[in-house]
């Protein structure tokens, strides 16, 4: 089986506060970071609510899903189709985009999980592809096909009506009772959200579902031989991993109310494989990590341009500063992908296990030292004491 490490109930408590003081407190961390804007500060929510939903299923099992951006769609649409039809109020549309996903994804896994290994991956990917494929195209009256699916002026919105609650001249925003699904109010909504995916994740991860789970990935044929049917977990590991997908496509379409193929495309499932290795496969606080370094990349990295880092050099004598404005250039605007390559390769041979394993080992460097450094001082006081005697 695998080695656990037992946790307090009041060490996970103070981890929530923890993490709780860090999210919520972000606008103001972020600022120095050129970070602190609530569009980029919702990404980091939403992704990071995929991330920790697609760990439960490759984290704690080791099955490697190519498919999951197939329930991030389907939760998009879900949600807009919930705007359109019911209420404006995110509350629906999260519920209905997140049960949705979640039967979406059994029915996947259903037939995806009778393979394991690459032949699993194999599936999930094929599964995406016609997900994507059925909505550009052959869905058109459901999704809209390749304009994406949108708010228009004369949607029924039934229960808005029925609360009296009636179109003005503009569309209407997503809103929480009123508060609004952007700017700010929008971010501390998803923050929300995510603080309670995070604490649900939290108690999968320390659960005895959670441990069967490592055991899973850990040694599957071991699992049969002691007498445990493993495809029960599977299925409920993965259908809890596409509700999450669903419910962070559900706050994407609460941040943007418009549903798109883009969504479904086996680039976006590539990059949610992406997060969760670099940020730490199988580890509590790492798939977080990974979304808001690829996010940041993403949107900070890829903004700037020749003028920006001509200006940010410009200390420097003019031909000197269009040389180095010329070749770090390559790295960022555009050649944003070939930084976060470079990251990306450099963590993979250097610290397999990601930005955690990274933050682990300096941690237990700094407290070696610090022991080290207090056994110095304990003996040198002895010496003292022995001299005095």
Same mark, same amino acid.
């Given at each position: 089986?695998?080695?656990?490490?037992?946790?307090?109930?009041?060490?996970?408590?103070?981890?929530?506060?923890?993490?709780?003081?860090?999210?919520?407190?972000?606008?103001?961390?972020?600022?120095?970071?050129?970070?602190?804007?609530?569009?980029?500060?919702?990404?980091?929510?939403?992704? *990071?609510?995929?991330?920790?939903?697609?760990?439960?299923?490759?984290?704690?099992?080791?099955?490697?899903? +190519? !498919?999951?951006? @197939?329930?991030?769609?389907?939760?998009?649409?879900?949600?807009?189709?919930?705007?359109?039809?019911?209420? %404006?109020?995110?509350?629906?549309?999260?519920?209905?985009?997140?049960?949705?996903?979640?039967?979406?994804?059994?029915?996947?896994?259903?037939? $995806?999980?009778?393979?394991? *290994?690459?032949?699993?991956?194999?599936?999930?990917?094929?599964?995406?592809?016609?997900?994507?494929?059925?909505?550009?195209?052959?869905?058109?009256?459901?999704?809209? !096909?390749?304009?994406?699916?949108?708010?228009?002026?004369?949607?029924?919105?039934?229960?808005?009506?029925?609360?009296?609650?009636?179109?003005?001249?503009?569309?209407?925003?997503?809103?929480?009772?009123? =508060?609004?699904?952007?700017?700010? $109010?929008?971010?501390?909504?998803?923050? @929300?959200?995510?603080?309670?995916? +995070?604490?649900?994740?939290?108690?999968?991860?320390?659960?005895?579902?959670?441990?069967?789970?490592?055991?899973?990935?850990?040694?599957?044929?071991?699992?049969?031989?002691?007498?445990?049917?493993?495809?029960?977990?599977?299925?409920?590991?993965?259908?809890?991993?596409?509700?999450?997908?669903?419910? @962070?496509?559900?706050?994407?379409?609460?941040?943007?109310?418009?549903? /798109? @193929?883009?969504?479904?495309?086996?680039?976006?499932?590539?990059?949610?494989?992406?997060?969760?290795?670099?940020? *730490?496969?199988?580890?509590?606080?790492?798939?977080?990590?990974?979304?808001?370094?690829?996010?940041?990349?993403?949107?900070?990295?890829?903004?700037?341009?020749?003028?920006?880092?001509?200006?940010?050099?410009?200390?420097?004598?003019?031909?000197?500063?269009?040389?180095?404005?010329? =070749?770090?250039?390559?790295?960022?605007?555009? *050649?944003?992908?070939?930084?976060? /390559?470079?990251?990306?390769?450099?963590?993979?041979?250097?610290?397999?296990?990601?930005? %955690?394993?990274?933050?682990?080992?300096?941690?237990?460097?700094?407290?070696?030292?610090?022991?080290?450094?207090?056994?110095?001082? /304990?003996?040198?006081?002895?010496?003292?004491?022995?001299?005095?005697?």
């Amino acid at each position: 089986m695998t080695n656990t490490k037992i946790v307090s109930p009041k060490q996970d408590i103070l981890y929530m506060v923890i993490l709780s003081v860090v999210v919520l407190t972000m606008p103001i961390w972020l600022q120095p970071f050129g970070a602190a804007y609530p569009d980029l500060m919702q990404k980091f929510m939403i992704f *990071g609510i995929f991330a920790i939903g697609y760990n439960i299923l490759f984290g704690l099992t080791g099955y490697l899903s +190519f !498919g999951h951006a @197939a329930f991030l769609g389907v939760g998009s649409y879900t949600a807009v189709w919930s705007f359109k039809l019911l209420s %404006m109020n995110v509350i629906p549309a999260m519920i209905f985009g997140t049960l949705l996903s979640g039967l979406f994804a059994l029915a996947i896994g259903y037939v $995806s999980l009778r393979r394991s *290994g690459i032949y699993f991956s194999i599936l999930t990917l094929a599964f995406a592809q016609m997900s994507y494929n059925l909505a550009y195209s052959v869905l058109t009256p459901i999704t809209n !096909g390749e304009t994406g699916l949108q708010l228009t002026q004369g949607d029924p919105r039934v229960l808005d009506r029925m609360s009296g609650i009636e179109a003005d001249a503009s569309l209407p925003t997503p809103n929480l009772f009123g =508060i609004e699904g952007i700017g700010y $109010s929008g971010f501390y909504i998803c923050a @929300a959200l995510m603080l309670v995916s +995070f604490f649900i994740y939290l108690r999968i991860f320390r659960s005895p579902f959670g441990l069967k789970l490592r055991a899973i990935k850990s040694n599957q044929s071991r699992m049969g031989y002691t007498g445990y049917n493993t495809r029960p977990y599977l299925m409920t590991a993965f259908v809890i991993s596409g509700m999450y997908a669903g419910l @962070a496509g559900s706050l994407l379409a609460v941040t943007d109310p418009l549903a /798109g @193929a883009e969504r479904m495309q086996w680039t976006a499932s590539g990059e949610i494989v992406l997060i969760t290795i670099l940020g *730490g496969v199988g580890t509590l606080i790492g798939p977080l990590l990974g979304a808001g370094v690829i996010k940041y990349f993403e949107n900070i990295f890829s903004a700037f341009n020749e003028t920006v880092l001509l200006n940010a050099f410009s200390f420097l004598p003019d031909w000197l500063a269009h040389g180095v404005a010329t =070749i770090l250039g390559l790295f960022v605007g555009e *050649g944003w992908h070939l930084t976060l /390559g470079l990251v990306f390769m450099l963590i993979v041979i250097f610290l397999p296990g990601g930005i %955690m394993e990274g933050i682990n080992r300096l941690w237990r460097l700094v407290s070696n030292r610090a022991s080290s450094a207090s056994s110095a001082e /304990g003996k040198e006081k002895e010496q003292h004491s022995a001299g005095e005697v």
